[in-house]
């Protein structure tokens, strides 16, 4: 007979869509924007699923933050859930069929506003939901700054760059506490709708108030993880363009600087007489060497430019065309700079030493 545990595990790998990898916790509550035109026979499903919703966000940034490690996954021992880990799921999690947050996120209990306060309070630190709503700073994400470059926006070579920036005000939670306890009646209807199939006594304004609040909620939510665990993603067109614009122009000068060393590694190989039995290519002096690896990298200049051009019809069009362009260089450019880095220690690996005999 399987035990409990078993039962979750293989519940968790027939749910599971996708990779277990990092999955946004993007809401549908765009479904319930106008239920004044519903039928009132069919209201008794609003509650049902606004708050199927609602879990599913809640679930996933539970496993996100178990997922990303300390301190949150210190935190889990005040979780309250309905199976501990026994055998079948030790075996499953260190065969790595499923990650610790999934584990944790499938069996926490969200029967009612206050399992949400006391699960998210507990991962994030905050002493209660509303404070941790109020914390919330909407598209408070990086700056120019940040990437070590003033607010021009010429790094990403677009005129409306310092425009898009500045679009970027921060907003809040209106209301903490509203929203709250409106999470709370939506949970208390959806009972009521489940168990007694009775629809809420309240008029369809008011539920699509309560819906306009779990949407807040849910966005809240989403911003909270972005900011805690991604505080330097990029969160509109601007800072995407800007921060992949920043990242090639340093893995660039990373790669002529890697040049560098290799080239001045090659000219200091020490000259040796040619061997009268020798398998492989003839002799060079240690100047002809370089000129090699110089003439490699000119070969990768034409294949990255060749390669981008390929690339960038993935999206034509479009504004993340620029960033994705960016991107696709970084790509290039920072497999070019391994290969590099790879010949620099192999070069100091054959001719590095003070032996003769190991350097020969």
Aim: charged share 25%; with cysteine; proline share 6%.
């Amino acid at each position: 007979m399987p035990t409990d545990d078993k039962r979750a595990v293989d519940e968790i790998l027939r749910k599971r869509r996708g990779a277990p990898g990092h999955v946004g916790v993007r809401h549908s509550l765009y479904r319930y924007s106008d239920v004044s035109a519903w039928p009132s026979e069919a209201l008794a499903l609003v509650p049902v699923g606004v708050v199927a919703e609602v879990e599913g966000v809640v679930r996933s940034a539970v496993r996100q933050l178990v997922d990303a490690g300390s301190p949150f996954v210190d935190r889990t021992d005040g979780l309250d859930l309905r199976v501990r880990p026994g055998l079948e799921a030790m075996k499953a999690l260190h065969g790595q069929r499923i990650s610790l947050g999934e584990w944790v996120s499938h069996l926490v209990r969200i029967s009612s506003v206050e399992h949400v306060q006391a699960h998210l309070t507990t991962l994030f630190g905050a002493r209660s939901l509303t404070a941790l709503l109020s914390a919330v700073r909407y598209f408070e994400g990086p700056t120019p700054a940040d990437f070590g470059v003033d607010h021009s926006g010429e790094a990403v070579g677009d005129e409306t760059g310092a425009e898009e920036a500045e679009e970027d005000t921060p907003l809040t939670v209106d209301d903490p506490s509203r929203v709250v306890a409106s999470l709370g009646r939506l949970f208390a209807a959806r009972h009521r709708a489940a168990h007694e199939g009775q629809p809420p006594a309240v008029s369809p304004e008011t539920i699509g108030e309560w819906v306009d609040d779990a949407s807040l909620f849910c966005d809240a939510v989403e911003h909270l993880l972005e900011a805690t665990l991604r505080p330097l993603e990029p969160s509109n067109t601007y800072m995407m363009n800007l921060k992949a614009s920043v990242d090639l122009e340093r893995t660039e000068a990373e790669l002529e600087a890697a040049m560098g060393t290799l080239c001045a590694a090659l000219r200091a190989v020490p000259e040796t007489p040619p061997m009268t039995l020798r398998m492989g290519p003839e002799p060079i002096s240690s100047e002809a060497f370089a000129a090699k690896a110089l003439a490699a990298q000119a070969a990768f200049g034409q294949y990255r430019e060749a390669e981008v051009d390929f690339q960038m019809y993935f999206w034509p069009d479009g504004t993340g065309w620029k960033a994705w362009a960016l991107s696709a260089q970084l790509d290039v450019v920072t497999e070019r700079l391994r290969r590099v880095q790879a010949s620099i220690q192999t070069a100091d690996d054959f001719f590095g030493s003070d032996d003769p005999d190991a350097a020969s």
